[in-house]
């Protein structure tokens, strides 16, 4: 199984998508296309929070992720988080079983918008029948001054990239 690597960003810029777009570069994911999927980490698979991404790829290709995204008009401040935490295997011949991803985001304080993903995944956690190691959080936060944008991410990205054709 691949790796999934949490990488996070902000950024402040003239608009809101050009503000998104500084934030995935500062992520170092600005170079492809984003593909959401929901919450769920297969089994097997390794999570590592590494802040900026590798090369994942030629330019153009497609990244799955599950995205925490905020963007607000200045002046103001935004903050996105991540929680994720993996179950123990059913089986001996697995190394890891399968997890959750929990993002949320929004024009409220990091240590908000952490508990708020603290609460989802505990909740996530509740309606599923495994063993889930200790929760983990990634949280970044950008502020936005009048007349500008700003935008704060945080991305798992599953794998590398894949072609779109």
Same mark, same amino acid.
């Given at each position: 199984?691949?790796?999934?690597?949490?990488? $996070?960003?902000?950024?402040? =810029?003239?608009? =809101?998508?050009?503000?998104?777009d500084g934030a995935l570069a500062d992520a170092g994911i600005e170079n492809y296309n984003i593909v959401s999927v929901s919450s769920v980490i297969p089994a097997d698979a390794d999570v590592e929070a590494v802040g900026t991404a590798p090369d994942l790829g030629p330019a153009g290709e497609r990244l799955t992720v599950v995205? =925490?995204?905020?963007?607000? !008009?200045? %002046?103001?401040?935004? /903050?996105? !988080?991540? !929680? $994720?935490?993996? /179950?123990?295997? @059913? @089986?001996? #011949? /697995?190394?890891?079983? %399968?997890?959750?991803?929990? #993002?949320?985001a929004g024009e409220i304080a %990091?240590?908000?918008? #952490?508990?708020?993903?603290? @609460?989802?995944?505990?909740?996530?956690q509740e309606l599923r029948d495994w063993e889930?190691? #200790?929760?983990?959080? =990634?949280?970044?936060?950008?502020?936005?001054?009048a007349g500008s944008y700003t935008t704060a991410i945080v991305v798992a990205v599953y794998g590398d990239s894949d072609p779109l054709l």
């Open positions: 199984m691949s790796t999934i690597r949490i990488v $996070w960003g902000s950024a402040s =810029a003239p608009t =809101a998508m050009s503000s998104y995205e =925490a995204r905020a963007t607000t !008009a200045g %002046p103001g401040s935004v /903050s996105a !988080a991540l !929680a $994720w935490s993996q /179950s123990s295997p @059913d @089986d001996a #011949e /697995s190394e890891r079983g %399968p997890g959750l991803f929990y #993002e949320a %990091p240590e908000d918008v #952490e508990q708020r993903v603290r @609460d989802g995944i505990a909740s996530g889930f190691d #200790e929760t983990q959080v =990634a949280v970044e936060n950008g502020s936005a001054d």
